[in-house]
Nanobody, 121 residues
Framework: VQLQASGGGLVQDGGSLRLSCAAS????????MGWFRQAPGKEREFVAA????????YYADSVKGRFTISRDNAKNTVYLQMNSLKFEDTAVYYC???????????????WGQGTQVTVSS
């Protein structure tokens, strides 16, 4: 599956952004989807994941209550709604797909190219 993330940009502290990730192919609904992020000089870290049907979600503690992951299997798209953004949310955000649901980087087989999110303080 090929993934194309979009929706990043520059936003002020406290603002909101919605990221989208469009997947190619007819098997999108067979994958659990996730979002990771990587800030300069830091390792890539888990942000959120959603199950194949969308019934289950899991978040990193740092974004819980502020970010919401969702998906539309009819549109082959996964979203990340980010509210109450903070300076420390600044990073390149990657969408990813896995046959296994979880937060471990090693579980994910397919990665998009990333979209930059910059939060100004």
């Amino acid at each position: 599956v090929q993934l194309q993330a979009s929706g990043g940009g520059l936003v002020q502290d406290g603002g909101s952004l919605r990221l989208s990730c469009a997947a190619s192919g007819r098997t999108f609904s067979s994958y659990n989807m996730g979002w990771f992020r990587q800030a300069p000089g830091k390792e890539r870290e888990f942000v959120a994941a959603i199950t194949r049907s969308g019934a289950g979600e899991y978040y990193a503690d740092s974004v819980k209550g502020r970010f919401t992951i969702s998906r539309d299997n009819a549109k082959n798209t996964v979203y990340l709604q980010m509210n109450s953004l903070k300076f420390e949310d600044t990073a390149v955000y990657y969408c990813t797909a896995s046959q296994v649901f979880g937060s471990d980087y090693g579980l994910y087989d397919y990665w998009g190219q990333g979209t930059q999110v910059t939060v100004s303080s």
